[in-house]
């Protein structure tokens, strides 16, 4: 009698979380399906009926793509190439070094090695805003304000969470793989390229998931940085698409709003269990 009570209580259990969670990822969807549905619809239908569907009256077509993408003396394209530029220096830059330094950290053991761990895991707490008004000015030091140098200040901010999810998985690689390579005559850079590196595939995937996501609907560091008037990033093209006294077109807005949703979106489903596999083994092994 047991046993069909206890198979009862699992299957109750089952239901009751599959609603919850249900639940919790329509309220996720929510806002994007809002802006989705908004996109299509006119300025006025948008402020005074948020929440319906278009329809014969309000229905604005593909007019909202159009001007979105034409607003203003700035083109859209120039945008999405440098938000495009950013993101991929940025990635390749933090993935590139962070697996470096955690291989480094991992194999090579001694003061240093601990200290310098320690000091990327404690960057991961440091704000933001207690840096960025003299980051300003090392930028502009160092003319690290082009879409061509600000990834060496996102490989700073980036470096933290990345050094610490790939030291834990590294620490899980048998030495023994390494060990042949370097009786085989494989120096340390060949070593990592081509022993190490193909090992790390799960977390650099996971890793690389993560901080596209973060770069590229950043705003912040982009509008702090680069010279908003001559480099617009997605997100700053976004917050320009106003009139006269701050009047915005929102209709153009939601439709700039959904090319710069829509990639990512598309990037998460393909790559989401790469990034459950990824954290896990990062933050659990070793």
Not at 59 to 67: D, H, L, M, P
Not at 93 to 119: D, E, N, P
Not at 191 to 212: A, Y
Not at 254 to 264: D, E, K, L
Request: net charge positive; aromatic share 12%; with cysteine.
């Amino acid at each position: 009698m047991q046993r069909p009570l206890r198979k009862k209580k699992r299957d109750i259990d089952g239901i009751v979380l599959t609603v919850l969670f249900s639940l919790v990822c329509i309220l996720y969807v929510m806002p994007i399906v809002e802006v989705l549905i908004n996109s299509f619809k006119t300025h006025s239908a948008i402020n005074t009926d948020t929440f319906a569907l278009p329809n014969a009256g309000t229905f604005a077509g593909t007019s909202n793509y159009v001007k979105g993408m034409t607003f203003g003396n700035y083109p859209f394209l120039k945008s999405l190439l440098y938000s495009i530029v950013i993101t991929i220096l940025s990635v390749t830059l933090i993935l590139l070094c962070t697996s470096m330094a955690a291989w480094f950290i991992s194999r090579v053991g001694g003061r240093f090695s601990r200290l310098f761990y320690l000091g990327c895991v404690f960057s991961m707490i440091v704000p933001f805003q207690m840096v960025m008004f003299p980051l300003v000015s090392v930028a502009n030091d160092l003319y690290l304000n082009t879409p061509w140098t600000i990834p060496v200040i996102y490989l700073g901010f980036g470096a933290g969470l990345a050094v610490f999810m790939f030291s834990g998985f590294v620490k899980s690689l048998p030495l023994e793989i390494e060990e042949a390579a370097v009786i085989d005559g494989c120096g340390p850079i060949r070593t990592f390229f081509s022993v190490v590196l193909p090992m790390l595939r799960p977390t650099l995937i996971s890793v690389g998931i993560l901080e596209v996501m973060w770069v590229w609907n950043d705003y912040l560091l982009p509008s702090l940085v680069l010279d908003i008037n001559e480099y617009k990033t997605i997100p700053i093209h976004v917050q320009y698409l106003q009139g006269s006294y701050g009047t915005a077109d929102l209709g153009a807005t939601m439709a700039v709003m959904m090319f710069s949703i829509v990639p990512i979106i598309i990037v998460y489903l393909f790559c989401q269990k790469y990034i459950i596999k990824g954290v896990a083994a990062g933050a659990v092994k070793g």
